[in-house]
C-alpha cells in the first residue's frame, strides 16, 4: 500500500505527537508499505529545522515543506503539494485539527473522493477547546472540524476518554481506537543505572496544561515530610512560558530539590527514567501521553491526574494512582508514594507488565492496517 501520513511538524520538541507519527511510519514501513509523511519545518517557538539536522526514518519518505506563518502552522508548498500528489495514495492519514495542513488534507480527500483517516491528537478536549483560542475554534469547528469528523473513513483515537470527546463534538463519527505503540523492550532498566530514593521525574513537553505550577507549588510541601526529595523536570517548551516557570521556582525558593533537565533523547531519556523513583504527570488534558507509556515501559509508578487518558489503565492495573493536582493533594501523594517501598516495588512490576500489555507494536500494526483495509478494500485487493 501507498500510505501518506500529515503532520504540522515532526520536531522533536513537539514531543509525544512526534515520536508516534515516527513509530507508526516506521513499523508501517517495515512491514513492507510505502509510507510518506507530509510535514512543516516547523521546529517549535518560532524556531525553523535547517536541512541539515532534519530527522532521517529510515524506509520512510520525509516531504519537508517551508512553513509560510507560525500561526495555524501554515505553508502553501505544502498545500500545493496535496493538491498535486494527494491521487497517488491508497490510504489518507492526518494527524492533528485546527493546523492547516492536515485540516486541508482532510477537506481535499473528502472533496476527491478519498477516504481519510483523521487522529485529532488530543485537539477536542474541553480544556483545549475552553482555554486556548475557543473563538476561533469554534468557527473552525463549525466550518472545518465537524465536517471532517462526520464525513472522515475513520477517526483514530488513542484513547477510550479521547473516543468520547470526539463523540461530544460529532456523536455519529466512526471511531475506532487503538492506542500507540511503544518499543516497551528498549526501556528496559537493566542498563547499568540505579533507582535514586526519593527521585521524582516530571518528562514532557512543558506546557501550561500541563499543570507544572501545582508541582512547582507541592516541592515545599514535600520536603516537609521527605527532605531528601529531588524533582527533575524534562522537557522543551516556549521560551517565554519556560521563563516563568523559572521565576515562580525562585519565587517558591525551591530551586534546591529541583533539576531542570531540558529536553531529553535517547541515553539521556533512557537514564532519567531508570534513575527516577517515581514519575508524575499532572496535566489538565492528555488525550494519550506517550510519556506515561515510556515511564510504564521503564517500570515506574506514575501518579496522574484524571485528565490523563491512561489515568484508568494505570490505577487499575495498581501501577500507580490518581491524585487531585491542587499542590496539598499532590505533595500528600508524592510523599506518601516516595515512604512506601513496599508499595512502591509492587507498583513497579505491575507498570512493567501493563507496558508489555498496551503497547505492543505489533497489534497496533494489526490494527492500522486493518483500518486502512476498511477505508479502502477495493485497493488492498
Keep these: 500500500m501507498k500510505i501518506l501520513h ?77 493538491w498535486r500528489n ?31 483517516v483523521v487522529r485529532p491528537l488530543g485537539t477536542l478536549s474541553s480544556y483545549g477547546l475552553r482555554t486556548r483560542r475557543p473563538t476561533l475554534k469554534s468557527l473552525s469547528l463549525a466550518l472545518f472540524e465537524r465536517r471532517i469528523l462526520a464525513k472522515s473513513a475513520a477517526v483514530h483515537c488513542t484513547s477510550r476518554s479521547e473516543e468520547a470527546e470526539v463523540r461530544e463534538v460529532v456523536s455519529g463519527a466512526s471511531t475506532v481506537v487503538i ?27 512543558l506546557d501550561p496544561k500541563k499543570n ?24 522543551s517548551g516556549d521560551s517565554s512560558y519556560i521563563q516563568a516557570l523559572h521565576a515562580l521556582a525562585r519565587t517558591l525558593a525551591v530551586e534546591k530539590w529541583l533539576t531542570w533537565l531540558g529536553h531529553v ?39 496522574l491526574s484524571s485528565g490523563v487518558a491512561l489515568c484508568d489503565d494505570v490505577v487499575a492495573a495498581r501501577a500507580g494512582a490518581a491524585v487531585y493536582c491542587a499542590p496539598e493533594p499532590l505533595a500528600r501523594a508524592i510523599g506518601d508514594w516516595l515512604l ?19 503497547f505492543s507494536p505489533r497489534e497496533m500494526l494489526r490494527s492500522l492496517l486493518s483500518l486502512y483495509g476498511e477505508t479502502d478494500a477495493r485497493k488492498l485487493g
Design 340 to 358: 512506601d517501598d513496599r508499595q512502591r516495588a509492587a507498583s513497579e512490576i505491575a507498570a512493567r507488565e501493563l507496558a508489555i500489555r498496551l
Design 86 to 116: 494527494i491521487g497517488r495514495f491508497d490510504c489518507v492519514h492526518v494527524h492533528a485539527l485546527f493546523s492547516a495542513l492536515p485540516v486541508f488534507t482532510a477537506l481535499v480527500s473528502i472533496q476527491r473522493g478519498l477516504r481519510c
Design 179 to 205: 492506542p500507540l505503540a511503544l518499543p516497551v523492550e528498549s526501556f528496559d532498566v537493566d542498563v547499568g543505572y540505579q533507582r535514586v530514593p526519593f527521585r521524582v521525574l516530571f518528562l514532557s513537553r
Design 6 to 82: 500529515v503532520i504540522p511538524s515532526v520536531s522533536a520538541r513537539h514531543g509525544g505527537p512526534s515520536k508516534a507519527v515516527e513509530t507508526i511510519a516506521r513499523l508501517l514501513a517495515e512491514a513492507g508499505h510505502q509510507v510518506t509523511v507530509l510535514t512543516t519545518d516547523n521546529d517549535g517557538d518560532g524556531r525553523r529545522i535547517p536541512a541539515h539536522s532534519r530527522p532521517n526514518w529510515e524506509g520512510v519518505s520525509l516531504v519537508f515543506m517551508p512553513q509560510t506563518t507560525q500561526f495555524y502552522t501554515f505553508s502553501w508548498r505544502a498545500l500545493v503539494w496535496i
Design 265 to 303: 533523547n535517547g541515553d539521556d531519556k533512557h537514564r532519567a527514567f531508570a534513575e527516577a523513583s517515581l514519575f508524575v504527570l499532572p496535566s489538565h488534558s492528555e488525550n494519550f501521553g506517550i510519556a506515561v507509556a515510556e515511564a510504564l515501559a521503564a517500570g515506574l509508578p506514575c501518579l
Design 212 to 235: 507544572i505550577e501545582a508541582l512547582l507549588r507541592a516541592i515545599p510541601l514535600v520536603v516537609q515530610r521527605v527532605p531528601a526529595f529531588e524533582l527533575q523536570i524534562a522537557g
